[in-house]
């Protein structure tokens, strides 16, 4: 099925005697009469506009790509999980992966019409080197201007470049220059998983302040496929951990504490079908040889 283009993003005016409109969501098109749309969970969180030559007056309202998601997940200050897994040890799992999960941040440059403006954005990235080389989702940083990262107890972001971006793939990596703190993620083997392995998703969701979100689930099934605004996704990780927007580029874990997929995407209701925990991932050694590609 394709990806239903029927997201939004909010977008909050900025008059000059400071009063602030917010304008309700609009889509470029209808959505499907019936069926399940997918969505990549990356975030856009707030367009700052302002009228080339002129003040705002009034609503303004757009769409961003097919890919964005608002769906929301509480955040505790501390890293805790949610989930139906029972025997999994989430603690010694974020102990073991945290500190090579960033959150990722960017800035892009907006145009609608005789608005322009900024718009940022939020996803999740993981460390794979020492070097500070860091893998995420293509649609995270898709005409990004600055992208920054920051590691859970840094005081300050930090810079990062685009090395390369495979949107078909939907895999970017990234580089910092000061990795100091950053540790190659502990990496595994996805050809081994199998339905009903225990798993812990780790994101950036909704790019709320404190820790990372983390979620627990089991892999649901395997070589899943789904249409994108790029192409099609195949060979994907379904799960039913929560993923919400933010989590793009973040990564799923198994019960050993290493990093099996990339979270993605997520299936969203529509047209009288209901859609609940349907997550989607991108298998780490898919990812891993796109990545190794790019880097060259």
Aim: net charge negative.
């Amino acid at each position: 099925m394709a990806i239903a283009d029927d997201d939004y993003m909010s977008y909050q005016i900025i008059l000059e005697d400071r009063q602030d409109l917010v304008a309700p969501p609009a889509s470029s098109s209808p959505p499907p009469a019936r069926g399940v749309g997918w969505r990549v969970a990356a975030m856009t969180v707030v367009v700052v506009l302002s009228v080339v030559g002129g003040t705002i007056a009034g609503w303004v309202a757009g769409n961003t790509s097919a890919e964005r998601v608002t769906t929301a997940e509480t955040v505790s200050a501390a890293a805790t999980a949610t989930g139906t897994s029972g025997t999994i040890d989430v603690a010694a799992i974020i102990a073991a992966v945290e500190p090579s999960v960033v959150s990722i941040e960017t800035t892009m440059v907006v145009e609608r019409g005789p608005f322009r403006g900024q718009a940022t954005g939020a996803g999740t990235g993981i460390v794979i080197d020492d070097q500070g080389t860091i893998l995420t989702n293509a649609h995270v940083v898709e005409g990004a201007t600055e992208i920054t990262v920051t590691l859970d107890g840094d005081d300050q972001p930090r810079v990062a470049e685009l090395v390369a971006s495979d949107a078909s793939s939907d895999i970017a990596v990234l580089r910092v220059a000061d990795s100091e703190g950053l540790v190659a993620a502990p990496l595994g083997v996805s050809a081994t998983v199998g339905v009903g392995d225990e798993v812990v998703a780790i994101g950036n969701a909704l790019a709320l302040e404190g820790s990372m979100t983390v979620t627990s689930g089991i892999v649901s099934a395997l070589d899943r496929s789904i249409e994108t605004s790029s192409g099609t996704l195949t060979g994907l990780i379904q799960t039913d951990a929560a993923i919400s927007s933010g989590n793009s580029g973040g990564p799923l874990v198994d019960s050993s504490g290493k990093v099996i997929g990339i979270n993605t995407a997520v299936a969203t209701s529509g047209g009288g079908v209901s859609a609940s925990n349907i997550g989607f991932v991108i298998p780490i050694d898919r990812a891993l040889e796109v990545a190794a590609a790019l880097i060259g």
